[in-house]
C-alpha cells in the first residue's frame, strides 16, 4: 500500500484525541517494553509522560550511547539560492516578500566553499528555495560536481524532485535529501501554502518515496514545529518514518526538529512548543526508533543545545548562515530565519570535547586546496 493510501486511512482529529488520551500506565508500558510500536510512541508525546520526562532522558541518553557512541556529526548548511516561486506564509524567502534575490555562481560556490572549509567541515547541506526555472536539477548536478572533491557528505534540502533527478544527483556524490513535510494536516497545509507548486500536498507527501526508490542512502523528515498541534504532527511524521523504514530498509534515516523562527514577513506562529516539550519529543523519537538519526539546529539556542546534545541528539548545523552567500559571497542578504546559536564551529567542537564527547566534522588528513580554476570546464 502507498503512503498516500495509508495516510488517507487515519484522521487528524482521532489522532490527537487517543495521543491526548494516553495515561501513566501507557507511559510506563512503552518505558519498560523490549520492543517498541506507533502506540508507544504516543505514549510517550503524550501529556501523561511530561511527569517521566527525567526516566525518558536517561533512557534516550543511554540508547543513544549503546547505538552511536558519544559522537555528534557537525555539519554546516550553504544556501545556494532565496529564489522562491512559492508562497508560504512562514518563510522569508516567500514570493510575496520583496527582498534581494540572488543564486550562487559557480565562481562564488566556490568563494563560499572556500571560507566554509577554513574551519575543516566535512558534511555538508546545500540549500534553496523552490524556482525550479533557475534553480533545477542541472544546477544541483552542477553544484555537486563542483564540491564533491572537498566534501565527504553532500545533502540537500531543495524542491521535491522526480525519481530519475534523484537518481541523476545520487549519481554525481549525492548522500542525502531531507524534506520536511511541514504539517501533515492535509487543510490547514493548504492555509499555509496557498500558492506555487509546494501547494500540492500529495506530491510532497510522496517525495520520501521517489527518493527511497531511486537508492539515495539517506533521508530527512520533519515537521514544523509551530504551524499545528505538534503532538499529532510528530505522529503523523513517525509513521511516515515507519512506512519508509518498512519499504525501503536499506536507507538511514533522520528526523530534524525546526521550530518556527522569526523571519521576513512577521509570522506568528498559532501554535508553540516550549524547550521542555521539545526535550520530550527528542527522547520520545529515541526511546521508540533506537536506529534514527535525530538533528538539532543553529535555530535553537546555546543553553538550550548544550543540555540536548547528550539525550538523543546524533547531528548538528554549526557556525550556520542561512542566507545565499552569507559565508563570504555577500553578508548582509536577508537570512532566511534568525540563526540562534551563534558560536563558531570550533567553539561548539571544543564545549563537546570539554564533555568527553566526539565532534566529528573534519577531514584531518588532507590538506585543503580549493582550485578555483578552471571553473567554465567544469
Ligand atoms: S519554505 Fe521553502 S518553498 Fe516555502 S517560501 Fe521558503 S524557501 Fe520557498
Known amino acids: 500500500m502507498r503512503f ?19 495515561t501513566a500506565n501507557d507511559v510506563q508500558k512503552a518505558l519498560h517494553a ?50 522562491c516561486h ?12 520583496k527582498i534581494k534575490r540572488k543564486t550562487l555562481s559557480p565562481i562564488e560556490i566556490l568563494t563560499e566553499i572556500n571560507e566554509i572549509k577554513k574551519h575543516g567541515f566535512n558534511h555538508i547541506l546545500l540549500v534553496t528555495g523552490e524556482a525550479n526555472q533557475t534553480v533545477h536539477v542541472d544546477y544541483f548536478k552542477k553544484a555537486i560536481e563542483l564540491i564533491k572533491p572537498y566534501f565527504a557528505n553532500i545533502s540537500i534540502e531543495v524542491q521535491p524532485l522526480k525519481k530519475e533527478e534523484y537518481e ?42 521517489r527518493i527511497g526508490k531511486a537508492g539515495i542512502h539517506k533521508i530527512g523528515l520533519g515537521v514544523l514545529l509551530g504551524l ?20 525501503y530498509w536499506q536507507t538511514k534515516y533522520s528526523i530534524s526538529f525546526p521550530r518556527i523562527r522569526p523571519a521576513e514577513g512577521n509570522f506568528n506562529p498559532l501554535y508553540s512548543i516550549t524547550e521542555k516539550e521539545l526535550v520530550q519529543l527528542i527522547c520520545a523519537y529515541r526511546i521508540w526508533n533506537e536506529e534514527v538519526e535525530l538533528s538539532i539546529s543553529t535555530r535553537e539556542s546555546e543553553k538550550f543545545r548544550n543540555h540536548v546534545f547528550k539525550i538523543g541528539i546524533t547531528s548538528m548545523s554549526a557556525g550556520s548562515k542561512t542566507n545565499p552567500g552569507g559565508y563570504a559571497v555577500e553578508k548582509e542578504s536577508l537570512e532566511q530565519f534568525d540563526v540562534c546559536d551563534e558560536r563558531s564551529p570550533e567553539e561548539i567542537a571544543s564545549f563537546l570535547l570539554s564533555h568527553q564527547y566526539e565532534p566529528v566534522w573534519k ?13 567554465e570546464q567544469r
Open 4 to 22: 498516500r493510501e495509508k495516510f488517507d486511512l487515519l484522521d487528524w482529529e482521532q489522532v490527537k484525541q487517543s495521543i491526548y488520551s494516553k
Open 228 to 247: 499545528e498541534d505538534w503532538r499529532t504532527d510528530s505522529f503523523f511524521c513517525a509513521y511516515h518514518l515507519d512506512y519508509l523504514e518498512r519499504n
Open 86 to 97: 512559492n508562497i508560504c506564509t512562514y518563510c522569508g524567502f516567500s514570493l510575496d516578500n
Open 363 to 375: 577531514d584531518w588528513d588532507k590538506s585543503f586546496q580549493i582550485s578555483y580554476e578552471p571553473i
Open 168 to 209: 541523476i544527483l545520487k549519481e554525481c556524490g549525492l548522500y542525502a535529501v531531507l524534506v520536511y513535510q511541514e504539517t501533515y494536516h492535509k487543510e490547514k497545509y493548504k492555509t499555509y501554502h496557498p500558492a506555487g507548486k509546494k501547494s500540492n500536498f500529495y506530491y510532497r507527501l510522496e517525495t520520501p518515496d
Open 34 to 83: 523490549k520492543k517498541r510500536n506507533l502506540e508507544d510512541f504516543k505514549a510517550l508525546i503524550s501529556p501523561a509522560a511530561e511527569p517521566y520526562l527525567e526516566q525518558m532522558a536517561q533512557l534516550s541518553h543511554e540508547l543513544t550511547k549503546k547505538r552511536f557512541g558519544k559522537t555528534v556529526q557537525l555539519f554546516v548548511p550553504m544556501y545556494l539560492s532565496n529564489e
